[in-house]
């Protein structure tokens, strides 16, 4: 397997932290342009169930794979883990909150014959099928039993930032265990994974509706790691920005995918609209508009418009058009063509 560098890294480069990547973790593709089927097909991704996740029928197999799927986004997924037949547990303590239970993180114990477990792997857009759960979570290789690895990772629901404030912590959601990993001190991420063997989420790729499957694991053995004297992660300032870029740089992939139809074009394109976001601008209008500008801009036009743009001074329409008229460059804005 081929090692990669977390998303963030190949938009960031200018940044410190292009150069503060973790030594003490690995990144691995597990899978490149994964195009996850219907669960309605036939034989849905049972090659990816067995090669990528590695589900064995051994219930004596020494690492587990289980699924942390978001309720919030997977219609019915208490009520369904009751019919599924599999071991699950919810993050959250329900038992005191039971109104938490529809949008709370789910640990699922994955069989290889099980369907929910094929359905963590299953995607259709055309259907509103809960079932369907590909995006809804990741999944983790871990030692632990359920319960154990349950109450490891509920030490990851809430975390503080600098000043001591807890705050929810989506763990679930792809990319962001990574993210805080990368920013955490040596013994947090020793402390993280000791209780798990490997994390596996999907990251969009520039072609539709295909994913490539990222695995993140600790570098050092886990028999090695220290037992003493392990930090926690913190939501500090360091996390908060990777945790943005993470978000970012997947905004900006979905939204190359969806509006450019050139495939060759779609790599500028977000980066463009990865720094957009990165600079505090959301709207997609705006994010275009910059596209179809920097990309017939020289190199020299191009720094003065990011250091314009970047500098917060202006409003980013403002900066566009100024650098539009000034360079004669037409089609930038949609509301102006005739």
Known sequence: MDDVTPPWARRIARDEMQTHAAIDMCHDL????????????????????RNVLQLEKDPNQSVHCYSLVDAAQSLFLPERLE??????????????RPELAESAPWLVAL??????????LCFDA?????????????????????????????????LQDEVGVRQYFRLQEAGMLDALLL????????????????????????QPQTWDLVA???????????????????????????????????????????????????????DVFFRMLMAGYETPTRLLEAWR??????????????????????????????????YKIDDVFEDLAA
Not at 30 to 49: E, G, H, W, Y
Not at 185 to 205: C, H, L, M, N
Not at 304 to 320: K, T
Request: aromatic fraction near 8%; include cysteine; charge should be positive.
């Open 111 to 120: 069989e290889a014959d099980a369907r929910f477990s094929k359905g963590t």
């Open 30 to 49: 597990l899978c490149q342009k994964f195009a996850p089927q219907s669960i309605r097909m036939p034989v849905p991704n049972d090659d990816t169930l």
């Open 83 to 96: 019919i599924s037949g599999l071991k699950h547990h919810c993050l959250y303590d329900i038992q005191q």
């Open 293 to 326: 500008l920097v990309r017939r801009l020289s190199a020299p036009a191009q720094q003065a418009f990011w250091r314009d743009i970047e500098s917060g001074q202006h409003s980013p329409r403002r900066v566009i058009l100024v650098f539009a008229q000034h």
């Open 216 to 270: 993140v694991s600790s570098a050092t053995d886990r028999d090695k790691l220290p037992v003493h004297k392990r930090s926690a992660a913190k939501l500090d300032a360091p996390a908060r920005k990777r945790l943005q870029g993470y978000v970012n740089d997947r905004k900006a992939r979905l939204l190359a995918v969806d509006r450019v139809t050139n495939e060759a074009e779609r790599a500028q394109a977000c």
């Open 183 to 206: 920013s955490a001190s040596p013994d947090a991420r020793e402390k993280f994974f000791s209780g798990v063997d490997q994390i596996i989420y999907p990251w969009p790729t520039l």
């Open 126 to 158: 055309t259907s509103s099928d809960p079932a369907n759960m590909f995006g809804h979570g990741i999944w983790l290789k871990s030692h632990l039993d359920i319960v154990s690895l349950r109450d490891h990772l509920r030490g990851y629901t809430f």
